[in-house]
């Protein structure tokens, strides 16, 4: 029973091509992330959203679009990718900021 | 100068050995500390967690907050090859998000 899930695991794109990232958290969480992890393995967080409502969002391209349907999920959208894009996008989920609970990760490659 | 440094290694131990890992950070705000495990190509797994200062101990994982030096460890006692990671050190301040701030990372790696 995975508790955060991502997809897809893999993404293998062009540039300047637009695509999404999926997660879900059946965890009950209220407070859902997405972070970045470069090549040096730094994870920096991107946004994040409680119950719905974003309430951090990083200097971020504004290429890269996040959305919340529900408190369970939480998708990335990017448009025009660019080769810097490529990296892990990591989403994460907690319980009002407390522990932090991570998907397996989504591998972006811009070709 | 970062908010939180780590040391990025390669460390490399032998099987049973003590293993400490470190962080020191800037920001006096901070009040939560984690330390998190990532298996190559895979997710951050929450190891500790700890709130300001003082010892946890779980398992043979023991971590420590020194907030008077902003320094925080992770005791890995009777190291085990199945250890061998990547060990993230992570930390927040009181607020609605508690955005994490990591450290770089230690790789580790625990020979047999």
């Known amino acids: 029973d995975t508790a955060v899930s991502q997809t897809p695991k893999y993404l293998v794109t062009q540039m300047g091509n637009d695509k999404s990232i999926k997660c879900e958290q059946n965890l009950g969480h209220d407070t859902m992330y997405w972070y970045k992890q470069d090549s040096k393995k730094f994870l920096k967080i991107m946004f994040s959203y409680n119950n719905k409502e974003l309430i951090i969002n990083e200097t971020v391209p504004n290429r890269f679009s996040p959305k919340s349907p529900d408190k369970a999920h939480l998708n990335l959208h990017i448009n025009s990718l660019e080769l810097g894009d490529s990296a892990v996008y990591f989403c994460?989920?907690?319980?009002?900021?407390?522990?932090?609970?991570f998907g397996p990760g989504t591998r972006l490659t811009v070709l | 100068q970062k908010e939180v440094e780590q040391d990025p290694g390669p460390l490399s131990v032998p099987e049973g050995a003590i293993v400490s890992l470190n962080c020191t950070y800037s920001?006096?705000?901070?009040?939560?500390f984690m330390w998190y495990r990532q298996y190559s190509r895979k997710g951050p797994e929450l190891l500790m967690y700890t709130y300001s200062s003082g010892n946890k101990e779980d398992g043979r994982f023991t971590a420590q907050v020194d907030k008077s030096s902003k320094y925080i460890s992770l005791f890995i006692r009777d190291s085990q090859p199945s250890d061998s990671a990547t060990y993230l050190c992570?930390?927040?301040?009181?607020?609605?998000?508690?955005?994490?701030?990591f450290g770089s990372g230690t790789q580790l790696t625990v020979l047999p």
């Open positions: 994460a989920s907690s319980q009002s900021g407390r522990e932090q609970f």
């Open positions: 920001n006096s705000a901070f009040q939560y």
């Open positions: 992570a930390m927040s301040a009181p607020g609605s998000a508690r955005q994490l701030t």
